[in-house]
Nanobody, 120 residues
Framework: QVQLVESGGGSVQAGGSLRLSCTASQYPYRLTCMGWHRQAPGKEREWVAH???????YYADSVKGRFAISQDNDNNTIYLQMNSLKPEDSAMYYC??????????????WGQGTQVTVSS
């Protein structure tokens, strides 16, 4: 069983930065990608970004140019550097892993989430 543990959330003022981390207990080759989703109160969970094991990265339009996803495969860890944060970025951020990472589908493994709050 793959377990994902997120860290790095917190409170920041608009325009500030945060860096999220997610470490997997294992990252078997059948899982080709890891990424981030977020869910704000009263809203559906939305995809934010993901990275494939070989390095391709993808971003939601709402975060493109502000967020950067990276990975450390030696340590089964991914990061989400979030810059120029806006109040609308406030949400619980979830790390997830899957063998395909199809946007809009439920991925196989999920972390417990880390809260990000951006004040205006």
């Amino acid at each position: 069983q793959v377990q994902l543990v997120e860290s790095g959330g917190g409170s920041v003022q608009a325009g500030g930065s945060l860096r999220l981390s997610c470490t997997a207990s294992q990252y078997p080759y059948r899982l080709t990608c890891m990424g981030w989703h977020r869910q704000a109160p009263g809203k559906e969970r939305e995809w934010v970004a993901h990275t494939y094991r070989l390095g391709n990265t993808y971003y939601a339009d709402s975060v493109k140019g502000r967020f950067a996803i990276s990975q450390d495969n030696d340590n089964n860890t991914i990061y989400l550097q979030m810059n120029s944060l806006k109040p609308e970025d406030s949400a619980m951020y979830y790390c997830a892993a899957d063998r395909a990472c199809v946007i809009g589908q439920r991925w196989a493994y999920w972390g417990q989430g880390t809260q990000v709050t951006v004040s205006s």
